[in-house]
């Protein structure tokens, strides 16, 4: 069975400050890995996925996740917060052994900036 | 470019009542998903459609619940005797064929509250 963590309900930063969002997995296969991140009262949009090739992906909005096998991490950051950040973001993963997707999510961050 | 389409947006329900969610996928999108998301989680996996054939469903989906997607195009989610614990957002989504590291494109939700 596959599983993601994600360390904190809530992460609070000041505009222009650095955001670092965790997520570690489980998985008994390679998996495919995802961010999602998702507005009030709104569905969820794709900030970025992993599937093979290189670990350091590049998403919207400045997003960017790197994949790390050894530590079972696939971490959100983004180099200088802005307002309009202020979400929930749900990290997913993929069994990649079926010819379709079925996330399994993490319970979510919820994304807090200041001024 | 429309996206995933789902109707109602919000429905509230007494206990006891039938309710039926509508979901348009994105054209030319073949598979077809139903998550459910209850507040302070993330979406949980309710089934998948490709084409017209339901070819998995989470133990999540009780007898309570029937999907279908007749003729591969838009599904409906069934809830019959609704109770309060069925209160949460359904969201559909779809994606195109291919594997599974391919985007799922999600719905804005349909809000169940049951009273």
């Known amino acids: 069975a596959q599983s993601v963590t994600q360390l904190g309900s809530h992460v609070s930063v000041s505009e222009g400050a650095l955001v670092l969002l965790r997520c570690n997995y489980s998985?008994?296969?390679?998996?495919?890995l995802f961010w999602y991140v998702q507005y009030p009262n709104q569905g969820l949009q794709l900030l970025l996925k992993?599937?093979?090739?290189?670990?350091l992906v590049k998403g919207i909005n400045g997003f960017e996740a790197e994949f790390k096998k050894s530590e079972t991490s696939f971490h959100l950051t983004k180099p200088s917060a802005h307002m309009s950040d202020a979400a929930e973001y749900f990290c997913?993963?993929?069994?990649?052994?079926?010819?379709?997707?079925?996330?399994?999510f993490g319970k979510g961050t919820m994304l807090l900036v200041s001024p | 470019d429309t996206g995933v389409s789902q109707d109602p947006r919000h429905k509230i329900t007494k206990r006891g009542q039938n309710v039926t969610f509508r979901c348009d996928p994105i054209?030319?999108?073949?598979?077809l998903y139903w998550y459910r998301q209850t507040l302070g989680q993330g979406p949980e996996f309710l089934t998948y459609?490709?084409?017209?054939?339901?070819?998995?469903k989470s133990r999540l989906l009780s007898d309570r619940f029937s999907a279908e997607r007749p003729k591969g195009s838009f599904s409906t989610l069934e809830i019959q005797r609704t109770e309060q614990g069925d209160s949460a957002m359904y969201l559909c989504?779809?994606?195109?064929?291919?594997?599974?590291?391919?985007?799922?494109?999600f719905g804005e939700g349909s809000w169940l509250t049951v009273v």
């Open positions: 989504a779809s994606s195109p064929p291919g594997g599974a590291g391919n985007t799922i494109y």
């Open positions: 054209s030319e999108h073949n598979r």
């Open positions: 459609f490709q084409n017209e054939a339901q070819l998995e």
């Open positions: 992993y599937t093979t090739g290189a670990t």
């Open positions: 997913a993963v993929s069994d990649n052994r079926k010819g379709y997707s079925t996330l399994t």
């Open positions: 998985s008994s296969v390679p998996p495919y």
